[in-house]
T-cell receptor
Framework: DSGVTQTPKHLITATGQRVTLRCSPRSGDLSVYWYQQSLDQGLQFLIQYYNGEERAKGNILERFSAQQFPDLHSELNLSSLELGDSALYFC?????????????FGEGSRLTVL | EDQVTQSPEALRLQEGESSSLNCSYTVSGLRGLFWYRQDPGKGPEFLFTLYSAGEEKEKERLKATLTKKESFLHITAPKPEDSATYLCAVRNTGNQFYFGTGTSLTVIP
């Protein structure tokens, strides 16, 4: 158990809908990262927050947004969903800004868009 | 564009048969190369960080090495419990992490 909690574990929705994925980092970790994992593309870095502020941005679509709250939990909002958004979404956390590369991953939220 | 390529995509080894996994990378200012292990249905689990060419790290049957353009994960006398997907990632000067698609390792008893 990494200590990172993600909810929901599974989510099935329809195209055009909006969903919110939630992540609670390990106790004491200030950074939260969001990744998308699909079969053909592997783990794609979406975004990182550090202590409430956006720290780094990857290939995150404009339809997606994220935030980190004062209690350090984070939410990833996916809107106007398309079939291609079906994937496993991972949250990870780290103590600092990720200099050591030691990220602790949750077990993921599997999103299926029908 | 920053990129990580891993080979082979899949590898089957007999128990005790040593081998190496490759990770080639192009990155705008390497700020670390990382190896992770991922079991089916689980999130990746951190193994190693390497920062500069020539650096090596070891953990049990695993040894990671780094050159200016690639990294190797050497597996010595693997056991069935080493079966997993091994992921390589790099961090650039923009603090972005890029993962490869992984090598799926199966160790046969």
């Amino acid at each position: 158990d990494s200590g990172v909690t993600q909810t929901p574990k599974h989510l099935i929705t329809a195209t055009g809908q909006r969903v919110t994925l939630r992540c609670s980092p390990r106790s004491g970790d200030l950074s939260v990262y969001w990744y998308q994992q699909s079969l053909d593309q592997g783990l794609q870095f979406l975004i990182q927050y550090y202590n409430g502020e956006e720290r780094a941005k990857g290939n995150i679509l404009e339809r997606f947004s994220a935030q980190q709250f004062p209690d350090l939990h984070s939410e990833l909002n996916l809107s106007s969903l398309e079939l291609g958004d079906s994937a496993l979404y991972f949250c990870a956390s780290s103590v600092g800004t990720g200099l050591t590369g030691e990220l602790f991953f949750g077990e993921g939220s599997r999103l299926t868009v029908l | 564009e920053d990129q990580v390529t891993q080979s082979p995509e899949a590898l089957r080894l007999q128990e005790g048969e040593s081998s190496s996994l490759n990770c080639s990378y192009t990155v705008s200012g390497l700020r670390g190369l990382f190896w992770y292990r991922q079991d089916p249905g689980k999130g990746p689990e951190f193994l190693f960080t390497l920062y500069s060419a020539g650096e090596e790290k070891e953990k049990e049957r695993l040894k990671a090495t780094l050159t200016k353009k690639e990294s190797f994960l050497h597996i010595t006398a693997p056991k069935p419990e080493d079966s997993a997907t091994y992921l390589c990632a790099v961090r650039n000067t923009g603090n972005q992490f890029y993962f490869g698609t992984g090598t799926s390792l199966t160790v046969i008893p």
